[in-house]
């Protein structure tokens, strides 16, 4: 390693120029103006090198190749320029660890012949408000400028393909950033706690958003996540608490686990049509989330990956899911009905303390039912179990207060003896089916259909360029209207759910003019 010293230049020396001047005997103003000028010249030369002295002073480096490396930096001085060259030649990189810890940066130029900035390259440098970054600089590494805490703003150069991990990660000062295009990569935690933070624009070249990468940014207020974007890494938004709206790029196949869990302001999502799977949490306490449709190529669906979404009124679960993890919808408080599609089984807690749930359609493979998967949906008063379900868990329907009829389509299932706790529910069963007593579950049971109130439909047909009808019934009776497109193998999803209270109720369908054929049920809850 080569060390640059401080070169001393002494009085002795200066005075040497001024006897120069006071021995000159030439009465010529043209040669008194000559010697005048050579010797400010001199005194220039002496005053640059003196400060070019200083200045590289300030700085240990290592040369090889014909180029210098920044190794450290022993000055004091607030605003430092690095040089672009030393000894002759070009400095090339800002190595590991260079400025760290240098409390007295205020603000920081990097010449354009630097290319590479090492790892925690200004770690901890809090007072740094300000840094100009070269434009020849294309690699910035972990943690470069990580609790910058100070540093308000920050234009990434043009030619930076990654933005790596905990790059500006605890700068919590930093207000405003510049991606350019020649990114590809947002790597982990790139700029997790960056609490000032209002707004970022990913470039359509960004392919990947690492974990964390804006975890705990609770001043964004919007994101957008172009079409480039792939993956959306683990707790990626992670309680980004003031985020009200996102729009996820139509290449996203894959939304991580915790990735915007927390965001208690976001309001509506939209899945685009290529993600396959929703990972564990990843709209977890997302409390004014109100509707989510889910496209039909998501598979699987994480463990509470909704879960404590209190106004979540609607969703809706194309048939396409095969997996539906543990308390999925756990503490949804305002959603009012469900159809869940054909799952290999129904987890744990799915639908627990759902207490507005009133409508469930349960998919006809779906073989079982998981324990305390309707806990404490104090309104639901009814419910079909399909024919495929083969076992129910403990307390599956406990705290139910509501449910007085449960209609089981197929053979009794196993069951253990709480499934109905605290449930004052009436077991029915079909003719022909096998295995039933006079008690299911420690709840007593019925041959045949539970008893349903009148309703009718009148007054069918296009009114005001909507489809729709008038229900009539019994007073404060209670209906659910369905709809499917197609008899043949109807899958039928719940489309309103209302109360009958003083005379009839009009229903009609905005969305009826979408389909080319469509067809209505009413039912009981």
Known sequence: ????????????????????????????????????????????LLLLSLLSAEVQAQFSYWTQDDTVMILGYTGSEGAVTVPATIDG??????????????????????????????QWAFA???????????????????????????????????????IQTGTFQYCTNLATVSIPNSVTNIGDSAFSYCVSLTGVTIPGTVTSIGPGAFYWCTSLSNATIPNSVSNIGRGAFYNCDRLTTVAIGNSVTSIGDDAFASCTNLGSVAIPGRVTSIGSNAFFRCSNLTNVTLPGSVTSIGDSAFAACSNLAGIMILGSVTNLGNSVFESCSSLASVVIPDVNNLGNSVFENCSHLASVTIGSGITSLGGDVFYGCTSLASITIPGSVTNIAAHAFIYCTRLTAVLFEGNAPSADRYVFE?????????????????????????????????????NVGVQMSQFGFLITGTTNLTFVVDACTDLTHPVWYP???????????????????????????LRSP
């Not at 004052?424 to 049971?445: E, I, K, M, N, S």
């Open 1 to 44: 390693m080569k060390v640059v010293g401080s070169h001393q230049f002494n009085r002795p020396e200066i005075m040497k120029a001024r006897t120069f001047f006071a021995r000159t005997t030439c009465p010529s103003p043209i040669a008194t103006r000559s010697a005048i000028a050579c010797v400010a010249r001199l005194l220039s």
């Open 89 to 118: 030649l070009p400095v090339t990189r800002l190595g590991d660890n260079s400025f760290t810890g240098c409390i007295t940066l205020t603000n920081v130029t990097i010449p354009d012949s630097v290319t590479s900035i090492g």
């Open 124 to 162: 901890s440098c809090t007072n740094l408000t300000a840094i100009v970054l070269g434009n020849g600089v294309t690699s910035i590494e972990d943690h470069a400028f990580y609790q910058c805490s100070s540093l308000t703003s920050v234009a990434v150069p043009d030619g930076v393909s990654n």
């Open 422 to 458: 605290d449930c004052p529910a009436t077991v029915y069963y079909l003719p022909g089916t096998t295995g039933w007593g006079t008690t299911f579950a420690g709840r007593p049971t019925k041959q045949g259909y539970p008893p349903l109130s009148y309703f009718s439909m009148v």
């Open 495 to 521: 489309l309103q759910t209302n109360t009958l209270t003083s005379g009839p109720a009009y229903f009609s369908d905005p969305q009826w003019a979408e389909y080319p054929a469509r067809f209505y049920r």
